[in-house]
């Protein structure tokens, strides 16, 4: 079955250092979507790619899809307190509709 | 807007008892999913319904795990009988029409205990 693998699985960084997880798919996906999960909480979208090469920016956050569209990254500039959480990807299984997501990236900021 | 409302929030229980998971997705979003969430395998899609129907449910772990949406504003999953190593934390979230074109919405989770 179709597997998606994140990495790093964790990420230390002094605040205002940059941040990039990284996520690979063993098949060619539609869409991929992109999530955080804070402590304690629930994944949240923050946005979808579906063009081969397509780049999204939400402020300090960078999205990236591969021009095979089987990869896919997060990038954030100058990181905040508030960037703490898990960071998931996730891609559509085969030809379902259900998502099979990455096992996420913990960011953990050292103020 | 109320969101994804998932009961209990959290539900500690003895092993062989039966455990039910409730849920009430978005009105009007067509797709719901519930997830299984632990530190080893991550967050595992469990099994889908679309209109009510499931669709796919290959990812249940066993025959101890079972799902029902009887109508469209309520879903159900229930695990009986329970064992230690169902303890996780279960998410429901739903999603319109478009299934995976779309962002899903999740609960606040409901934290299960088996001792």
């Known amino acids: 079955g179709q597997q998606v693998m994140q990495i790093p699985q964790y990420q230390h960084v002094q605040e205002g250092e940059d941040f990039t997880t990284y996520c690979n798919s063993s098949?060619?996906?539609?869409?991929i979507q992109w999530y955080k999960q804070r402590p304690g909480g629930h994944p949240v979208f923050l946005i979808q790619?579906?063009?081969?090469?397509e780049v999204k920016k939400q402020k300090r956050l960078t999205f990236q899809f591969g021009e095979a569209k089987k990869n896919s990254s997060l990038h954030i500039t100058a990181t905040q307190t508030t960037d703490v959480g898990t960071y998931f990807c996730?891609?559509?299984?085969?030809?379902?509709?259900?998502?099979?997501f990455g096992k996420g990236t913990h960011l953990i900021i050292q103020p | 807007d109320a969101g994804v409302i998932q009961s209990p929030r959290h539900e500690v229980t003895e092993m062989g008892q039966e455990v039910t998971l409730r849920c009430k997705p978005i009105?009007?979003?067509?797709?719901l999913f519930w997830y299984r969430q632990t530190m080893m395998r991550g967050l595992e899609l469990l099994i889908y319904?679309?209109?009510?129907?499931?669709?796919?449910d290959s990812g249940m772990p066993e025959d101890r795990f079972s799902a029902k949406m009887p109508n469209a504003s309520f879903s159900t999953l229930k695990i009986q009988p329970s064992e230690p190593r169902d303890s996780a934390v279960y998410f429901c979230?739903?999603?319109?029409?478009?299934?995976?074109?779309?962002?899903?919405?999740f609960g606040d989770g409901t934290r299960l205990s088996i001792l």
């Open positions: 979230a739903s999603s319109p029409g478009g299934g995976s074109n779309q962002p899903q919405h």
């Open positions: 098949t060619t996906l539609s869409n």
């Open positions: 790619l579906v063009k081969s090469g």
């Open positions: 996730a891609g559509r299984r085969g030809g379902a509709d259900g998502l099979t």
């Open positions: 009105s009007g979003h067509d797709y």
């Open positions: 319904f679309n209109n009510n129907v499931p669709i796919d």
